[in-house]
Each structure stands twice: as C-alpha cells, then as structure tokens.
C-alpha cells in the first residue's frame, strides 16, 4: 500500500495519514473499549445471498455487492465460513476489519480507524482481478489513492469538499463513484469487484453499531 506524497493532492486532496486503531473514534459515539468491530462484504457475484455467524453475532444475509455495518465482537479465535470457503479470524479489541467473500476464498483486511474530526476518510478495496486500481477524481487528473492490488486496500484522510470520484485502472475508468458529499467525520468506503462482465464499483457510508 503506497502512501500519496502531499505535493500530488494539493489543493484538491491532503495527504494520507495512518493511524493506530483506537477503541474511541469518531466513527460512532460511546464505542466500547472492549471489543473489536467487523464488517462483512458479499463479492461473490451469484443469486444467493451470503450469512456470516462470529461466535454469538449473526450478520444479516448480503446480496451481491452489499456491506454490512461493522458490529462489536468479542475479541477470540473465530472461524468465518461462507459459500464453500473457510477463513479464521482473531479480532483485537479497538480493532476494525472488513471481512470479504469472494468466489475464490474469504480475505480479512484490518481497517484504519478514523479519528479526525475534521476530515474525511476514503478507502479503496480492490476485491477484483484487477492488477491494479487507483482512487482519482472522475477528470482523471488528481489521484487520491492509488496502486491497491487485489485484496488489498488503501486509506485517506482528505479535506470534505465536494468533489467528483472515479475508480481507474491502468489509466482508464472502470466505474464511476460521484460525488459522495464529504463531510467533516464521515468514513466512506469504495469497492471494486468482478460483476458478471466487467468490475463492479460502488461506496457506501461507514456505519458502526455500538451494541
């Protein structure tokens, strides 16, 4: 994962910052210190739906190209099982995940936790047979996140301005993202996954459940 030199944003984007995860954020309010939150992803392009159990949480069945919100678990040694494929996972307490099934297994990334009040943060997860993709604005001409491979992500905290986003890989677009509406806080998160015939692209707001 390649970290954007501050100089390639300017004006448009800030560069990206890292942090340690963190059992407060302000991701959501009175978030426990206690336990890990995780989410789940259906890329798996096919008419069922996907249902994830960790422990004691069950996950709402997801269609094709649905995202759950994250949901405190219990940090332990759990194994995911989803439409043939089994993964293990060991959530620590503060942490965020994002678990994703797709059609050739279940990868688990670790999220960064956004703890600036002030901005906006951006992921970009390629769950696709894409070599690589880039996060940049819809002319082009700005990168935002660039270079993720497949089940990998990216991370940044930008300015929340209006601004128009498109997903490109190998200099050309693959999906349009639109204008998401940063707002000072907010946590979105872009996909890209293999749809029947070409890349599936989409974001969806962050959203935490504290109990």
């Known amino acids: 994962m390649r970290l ?19 059992s407060r954020s302000v991701y959501g309010p009175q978030v426990p210190g206690d336990v890990a939150f995780v989410r789940v992803v259906n890329a798996i392009a096919v008419k069922n739906p996907v249902q994830v159990d960790l422990g004691a949480t069950r996950y709402d069945k997801l269609g094709f190209a649905e995202v759950s ?3 405190p678990v219990v940090p332990g040694i ?6 043939g ?3 293990e996972i060991i959530p620590r ?9 797709a ?19 951006l992921f970009l997860y ?12 819809a002319d082009g001409k700005t990168s935002v996140i660039s270079g993720i491979p497949p089940h990998q992500s990216g991370q940044v905290v930008v300015n929340a301005i209006a601004v128009d986003l498109a997903v490109f890989s190998d200099g050309a677009q693959v999906g349009e993202v639109g204008n ?15 749809g029947e015939a070409s890349a599936t692209v989409f974001a969806v707001r962050v959203r935490v459940l504290v109990k």
């Open 103 to 121: 059609p050739k297994g279940i990868h688990v990334l670790e999220d960064v936790t956004h703890t600036d009040p002030a901005r906006a943060q």
């Open 4 to 22: 954007l030199p501050v100089h390639t944003v300017i004006l448009v984007m800030s560069a990206a910052v890292f942090v340690h995860a963190e």
């Open 126 to 137: 390629n769950v696709s047979s894409l070599r690589r993709v880039d996060l940049k604005t």
């Open 78 to 83: 759990y194994q995911i099982r989803a439409a």
């Open 180 to 194: 998401l509406r940063l707002e000072r806080g907010s946590s979105f998160s872009v996909f890209v996954l293999d």
């Open 93 to 101: 307490i503060g942490c965020y995940y994002t678990i994703v099934c």
């Open 69 to 71: 919100p994250y949901r």
């Open 85 to 87: 494929h089994e993964q």
